[in-house]
């Protein structure tokens, strides 16, 4: 088996997985000041507050496997990321406090509504600066974090707080009712023509830059096999805004959407990101610090990579069974805020 291979994969599905799942829980941070009645909110957040910090064990079992499988690779991204990280955290820290102590308040909640949503979009923000720095050529070393802020990844982290956002909106399709559910569509709408523009600039950008990603996608033949991504992608975000329009359109005339167009927006939100990420795997494998390590040259010995299979091939079925049975478990409508389910 090729373990340093199996544990970069296993490394890309667990980012894959906390950034569709945190995604949306963050994006309903983001969308949080847009949603003014003290009702909505309470619903926004009874909407997640069974599943957020489950879903933050993706980012922890990420690090982990960073950690132990390729301790290089974990030493040089968090030392040149040490601030936007740090930034992550207390966002993170923020809007976990904001659970616990806004349904207890009286006199303090608009505090903790400000600490819920700034905490969101600071946590979502910084991995979308992050992101830039690893895909757009900004050197890893450098005197200052000030030096980490480029146009380009200014760009990433804003992109990166929309999709976030339309991920947020196709969840609460979902998950509310009337004039809540109208509002998260339109604002869904909008933002399809955000991501799908954000997602041209990244791509044109990354493969202006670099001539080996250049080459990746256009030398030879390589586009004829690689052309579903792009094509895929496009007909996710059409059928993804045909069918928040549907919604919509059946809110307006008094009638129940279909379940299938409130459920399918989601899905295809999903879709559209992990089209994406596989872009990216695309263009950056093998390397995981672009222009520095390779996965093999960042791997832990052999004896380190076996001591760790067992609790990987043990606990990561765990995981997911857990999280499945949580999402079955609170399917449905949140139909009173104040209790949830």
């Given at each position: 088996?090729?373990?340093?291979?199996?544990?970069?994969?296993?490394?890309?599905?667990?980012?894959?997985?906390?950034?569709?799942?945190?995604?949306f829980?963050?994006?309903i941070?983001?969308?949080?000041?847009?949603?003014?009645?003290?009702a909505?909110?309470d619903?926004?957040?009874?909407?997640?507050?069974?599943?957020?910090?489950?879903?933050?064990t993706?980012?922890v079992?990420?690090?982990?496997?960073?950690?132990?499988?390729?301790?290089?690779?974990?030493?040089g991204?968090?030392?040149?990321?040490?601030?936007?990280?740090m930034?992550?955290?207390?966002g993170?820290?923020?809007?976990?406090?904001?659970?616990?102590y806004?349904?207890?308040s009286?006199?303090?909640?608009?505090?903790?509504?400000?600490?819920?949503?700034?905490?969101?979009?600071?946590?979502?923000?910084?991995?979308g600066?992050?992101?830039?720095v690893?895909?757009g050529?900004?050197?890893?070393?450098?005197?200052?974090?000030?030096?980490?802020?480029?146009?380009?990844?200014?760009?990433?982290?804003?992109?990166?707080l929309?999709?976030?956002?339309?991920l947020?909106?196709?969840?609460?399709?979902?998950?509310?009712?009337?004039?809540?559910?109208?509002?998260?569509?339109?604002?869904?709408?909008?933002?399809?023509?955000?991501?799908?523009?954000?997602?041209?600039?990244?791509?044109?950008?990354?493969?202006?830059?670099?001539?080996?990603?250049?080459?990746?996608?256009?030398?030879?033949?390589?586009?004829?096999?690689?052309?579903?991504?792009?094509?895929l992608?496009?007909?996710?975000?059409?059928?993804?805004?045909?069918?928040?329009?549907?919604?919509?359109?059946?809110l307006?005339a008094?009638?129940?959407?279909?379940?299938?167009?409130?459920?399918?927006?989601?899905?295809?939100?999903?879709?559209?990101?992990?089209?994406?990420?596989?872009?990216?795997?695309?263009?950056?494998?093998?390397?995981?610090?672009?222009?520095?390590?390779?996965?093999?040259?960042?791997a832990?010995?052999?004896?380190?990579?076996q001591?760790?299979?067992?609790?990987?091939?043990?606990f990561v079925?765990?995981?997911?069974?857990?999280?499945?049975?949580g999402y079955?478990?609170f399917?449905?409508?949140?139909?009173?805020?104040?209790?949830?389910?």
């Open positions: 088996m090729d373990l340093p291979l199996f544990y970069f994969l296993l490394l890309g599905f667990a980012i894959l997985m906390y950034v569709l799942l945190d995604g829980d963050l994006g941070g983001i969308l949080y000041p847009w949603f003014r009645d003290e909505d909110k619903q926004l957040m009874r909407s997640i507050s069974h599943v957020w910090d489950g879903n933050e993706w980012l079992f990420g690090g982990v496997i960073l950690f132990g499988a390729f301790p290089a690779a974990y030493a991204l968090t030392s040149a990321l040490y601030a936007p990280i930034l992550m955290l207390i993170l820290i923020f809007r976990g406090v904001a659970f616990e806004r349904f207890k009286t006199t303090s909640k608009r505090w903790w509504n400000r600490a819920f949503a700034i905490g969101s979009t600071v946590a979502a923000f910084c991995q600066l992050m992101l830039g690893l895909i050529g900004t050197p890893l070393v450098s005197a200052s974090p000030l030096d980490l802020l480029t146009p380009f990844t200014l760009f990433t982290g804003f992109a990166l929309a999709g976030y956002a339309l947020g909106c196709t969840y609460l399709v979902m998950k509310c009712r009337d004039d809540r559910q109208q509002r998260a569509a339109r604002y869904g709408r909008r933002l399809v023509w955000v991501l799908m523009g954000a997602m041209l600039v990244v791509s044109i950008s990354t493969a202006v830059g670099s001539e080996e990603i250049w080459q990746r996608w256009f030398g030879g033949w390589h586009f004829l096999w690689l052309w579903p991504l792009p094509l992608s496009v007909l996710a975000a059409r059928l993804l805004y045909r069918d928040l329009g549907r919604v919509q359109r059946q307006k008094g009638a129940l959407p279909h379940s299938r167009h409130e459920d399918r927006p989601f899905w295809l939100a999903v879709s559209l990101f992990a089209l994406g990420f596989a872009g990216l795997l695309v263009s950056l494998f093998p390397a995981i610090m672009p222009g520095k390590l390779s996965y093999i040259e960042a832990a010995p052999q004896a380190s990579l001591f760790m299979l067992p609790g990987v091939l043990i079925p765990l995981i997911l069974a857990y999280t499945c049975w079955r478990i399917a449905g409508k949140v139909e009173d805020f104040t209790e949830g389910y």
